[in-house]
């Protein structure tokens, strides 16, 4: 097995990493809940800073800017 504190989406294939497990919630799950803030709140504009190094910044920034469309936050 392989256990991990990874938020990436790139490990979430089950079929291909059948044995990976994580200590934390994937991204998705963390971004809902942000969105979920935000919307409470009642805040439409946010900005997300991250460094496009290859690492998981560019990719969490996809999944949140997915998330948060759904909720109407720009």
């Known amino acids: 097995p392989i256990i991990s504190a990874s938020l990436g989406s790139a490990l979430s ?5 059948p044995l990976f497990m994580r200590t934390r919630p994937s991204n998705k799950y963390t971004f809902t809940t942000i969105a979920w803030t935000f919307k409470y709140f009642g805040w439409k504009n946010v900005a997300f800073l991250y460094t ?5 910044g560019e990719d969490a920034y996809q999944q949140f800017s997915a998330v948060t469309a759904d909720f109407g936050i720009n």
């Not at 294939?13 to 990493?17: A, F, L, R, T, W």
């Not at 496009?52 to 998981?56: F, N, Q, S, W």
């Open 13 to 17: 294939d089950s079929q291909e990493y």
């Open 52 to 56: 496009a190094d290859g690492g998981e």
